[in-house]
């Protein structure tokens, strides 16, 4: 087995809570956004990161990135580990992470300039990178507005022009510029309406498929995870609680909050059986419970889960699961 | 028997640059006692506007052109401005999709919720909170008296929808209005609130238009359904054959195209889908409005207006392909 392309290790993401003093500040606490999440992703494989809001899904995706600085841990691209690069001064060594690693956001209306063309957005990574020669950019944009899906004579036109899903593939051809491995496509079709949704993902497997890409798909929606990842991960209060194939995830969740969560999905399907919803909120994320966090709504729930913190730990068929008394 | 609302030729206009479009363009639905009624359909088909249409609620400078809205023997489009400010929130009343927004910030849960039974019922304020604990308390919130002094920046997003949802239901309404109540929530927050609604309903026996995008919510909560496709129903049906037997290229298209959770993709690469895009409304394409992306299209649709066609018992499809008589525009 080859080493995998991705390998986050003990990734960690805190804020500090301030308390505002007469003079100056106190810290009060720490929010753990992200509280040590470690998962590998191999070559041409798309990771789902799946979860609810205030899970630390997208802040997992950010950190690593650097895109908001990790207070620890690792993320190794092709076994170098990135984060010092991208936090260093070398910015030659930055650039050529960011080469290999690019981030496809949820909001095409927010990630695009407006005063800018769309040729211009596609073309400021060759700008950043000193890419090609100059020359040849315009022909590159060209081709890359192709292989999304518009046409060249797009390149002169601006966002507004556009409609949401024409969007989202601006922003998809904007990542690509620089033809990177590893894409971190984060929500990329929350924004969009249904019949255009299905056209993005056709879209983004298309170019896994002709370009070898590494996907991490982070999604609250958990259709569109299960038709494009090949595993899938499970976030709550900042951590992962489960980790499996798609299928098996899908099929046999093993933690109670993975099953929680499937099951509160409303199917398109009116005959479906509807489960029992799941008590409570979730907890702040500065009111942490001890212990296993979601035992405060765990139907599982006993006296060890208050007092000890569950291992994410193997449970077959290289399925991790975090929790005293899986399913 | 008549249905509570009867909702008949509906029709919505934006001014834009000196011309008018049609946001709305006869829009026919109604709806049964104790029914839910889903209306489903994408950005710009008219679902928020119709179901805000039948309050007279659409927002400025957009307005009503044409239709009758029929709701306890009268014409809801042509009573009075008082008699219809009497009816707002009393006998019909409305779920927003974002309870941060339509809750008011700088008023306590229980002042803004006694305030409608003061308007409403000329309640006094003591008998008006009472009324308002229990009915915070009968949505499932349980330090009700506590609650009522929160402000709703003190509240979760699932607690602030639960007051909004107590709120609509304070003066027991023939009819809900519900627009995406679900949207803004977590998964596991919206199965509470799917679940609380639909208990509630069938507490107190009223009907709901159920506003959404969601094919899920939709299966789980409607009756019956009405498919929306740029300002037009294309079909209405039971909820059952909207998604076991749909008529309509677009519910079938529709259907098809959607990732499902409760689905194996296992060896599947490719989902279908609907070609093109979503049409503008400022300039519709003529003939039936979905032929640009439909696979049956044929030259008559490009030409003609489907009308409605009753093909069986409650199904009611506009398509030439499945026997609509079709007008020329």
Known sequence: MSAPILDVEGLRKTYPVLRRALLGARTEGEIRAVDDVSFAVDRGECLGLVGESGCGKTTTARAMLHLVPPTAGRVRLDGVDIVPLLAGADRAAALRVRRGIQYVFQDPYLSLNPRWSVGRTVMEPFRVHRHSPAAEWEERVAELLELVGLEAVHAGRFPHEFSGGQRQRVGIARALAVSPRVLICDEPVSSLDVSVRAQILNLLVSLQDRLGLTYVYISHDLASVRFISNRVAVMYLGRIVELAETEALFEHPRHHYTHALLQAIPVPDPGARVAEPLGGELPSAMERPSGCAFRTRCPAAQARCAAEVPVLGAAGDGRLVACHYPR | ?329
């Open chain 2, 1 to 329: 028997m008549t249905p509570l609302l009867d909702v008949r030729g509906l029709a919505v206009q934006f001014p834009v640059r000196g011309s008018d479009v049609r946001a709305i363009d006869g829009v026919d639905f109604a709806v049964g006692r104790q029914e839910t009624l889903g209306l489903v359909g994408e950005s710009g088909s008219g679902k928020t506007l119709s179901s805000l249409a039948v309050l007279r609620l659409v927002p400025p400078p957009a307005r009503i052109v044409a239709g009758s809205v029929g709701f306890e023997g009268n014409d809801l489009l042509r009573l009075d401005a008082a008699r219809m400010g009497a009816l707002r929130g009393r006998r019909i009343a409305m779920v927003f999709q974002n309870p941060a927004y339509s809750l008011n910030p700088i008023l306590s849960v229980g002042a803004q919720l006694g305030e409608i039974l003061g308007w409403h019922e000329k309640l006094p304020r003591r008998r008006a909170a009472e009324r308002v604990a229990d009915m915070l308390h009968l949505v499932g919130i349980t330090d009700a008296v506590r609650r009522m002094r929160q402000f709703p920046h003190e509240l979760s997003g699932g607690m602030k929808q639960r007051v909004c949802i107590a709120r609509a239901l304070l003066c027991h309404p023939a009819l809900v209005l519900a627009d995406e109540p679900t949207t803004n929530l977590d998964a596991t927050i919206q199965a509470q609130i799917l679940e609380l609604l639909q208990e509630l309903k069938q507490r107190l026996g009223s009907s709901m238009i159920l506003v959404t995008h969601d094919m899920g919510v939709v299966a789980r909560m409607a009756d019956r359904i009405g498919v929306m496709y740029a300002g037009t129903v294309c079909e209405t049906a039971d909820a059952a054959t909207i998604f076991r037997a749909p008529l309509h290229p677009y519910t079938r298209a529709l259907l098809e195209s959607m990732p499902r959770a409760d689905r194996s993709y296992r060896g599947h690469r490719v989902l279908q889908v609907i070609p093109g895009r979503i049409p503008n409304l400022a300039d519709p394409p003529p003939g039936c409005r979905f032929h640009p992306r439909c696979p049956e299209a044929g030259a008559d649709c490009r030409r003609l207006r489907p009308l409605p066609l009753e093909v069986a018992p409650g199904h009611v499809v506009s398509c030439l392909r499945r026997g609509s008589d079709g007008v020329a525009e």
